[in-house]
């Protein structure tokens, strides 16, 4: 079954740092997105990303957070100078088409401190 | 506005009982597909189900099938034969597709099932 990876598991921070989430979605998605879940709450979306460029992002994606599609197969999250609240379960998806259902990756854990 | 509603926040089930967690959802949109996920403790999201709202029968699989009432905006997921491995946190999820967000998913705030051995 294919699925979609993301590294590391989990990563801690330090408030200010900058750090980089990386993704390899399935490989004939045509579509990737990055959502957030708060500890204890929903799952928020930020951005989808399609032809290599953002596709919608919602207002939690503003100017601290950008992503890109270095290669053919990563998707990555960076974050530019990361806040306590950026604390959260950070969730990588893909999907073949646009109307398609997603293959979400299994989350990283971002904690900063 | 809430697209998606959850209403309870935590339920049990008896181990081989049927369970059913309740959804509704808010769109005007006449295309639009609802899923389920369940989220272990180790938190990965795993696809449960599918509904798309042209679907004429209501969407089923394996042990999971979805309660799919359109007049009424619900879409409860139905677990029966309940096992200890279904204790999890179930989220109710919506995509628009001819919205101009139709790329997003609308998450519900989820219920956290427990099934009692």
């Known amino acids: 079954e294919p699925e979609v990876t993301q590294t590391p598991s989990h990563q801690v921070t330090q408030m200010g740092q900058e750090v980089i989430l990386r993704c390899v979605p399935i490989s004939n998605h045509l579509y990737f997105y990055w959502y957030r879940q708060i500890l204890g709450q929903k799952v928020e979306f930020l951005v989808s990303?399609?032809?290599?460029?953002?596709?919608?992002k919602s207002e939690i994606f503003d100017d601290q957070f950008s992503v890109e599609r270095p290669d053919g197969s990563n998707f990555t999250l960076k974050i530019r100078s990361t806040k306590l609240e950026d604390s959260a379960m950070y969730f990588c998806?893909?999907?073949?088409?646009?109307?398609?259902?997603?293959?979400f990756g299994s989350g990283t854990r971002l904690t900063v401190v | 506005a809430q697209k998606i509603t959850q209403t309870q926040p935590g339920m049990f089930v008896q181990e081989k009982e049927a369970v059913t967690l309740d959804c509704t959802y808010d769109?005007?949109?006449?295309?639009?597909?609802l899923f389920w996920y369940k989220q272990p403790s180790s938190g990965e999201m795993i696809f449960l189900i599918y509904q798309g709202s042209y679907d004429q029968q209501n969407a089923t699989e394996g042990r999971y099938s979805l309660n799919f009432q359109k007049a009424r905006k619900s879409a409860n997921l139905v677990i029966s034969a309940s096992q200890l491995g279904d204790s999890a946190m179930y989220f109710c999820?919506?995509?628009?597709?001819?919205?101009?967000?139709?790329?997003?998913?609308?998450f519900g705030t989820g219920t956290s099932l427990t099934v009692i051995p």
């Open positions: 998806a893909s999907s073949p088409g646009q109307l398609q259902g997603y293959t």
């Open positions: 990303f399609y032809n290599n460029e953002i596709s919608e």
């Open positions: 769109t005007s949109d006449p295309s639009y597909g």
């Open positions: 999820a919506m995509r628009d597709y001819q919205s101009n967000t139709g790329n997003q998913f609308y």
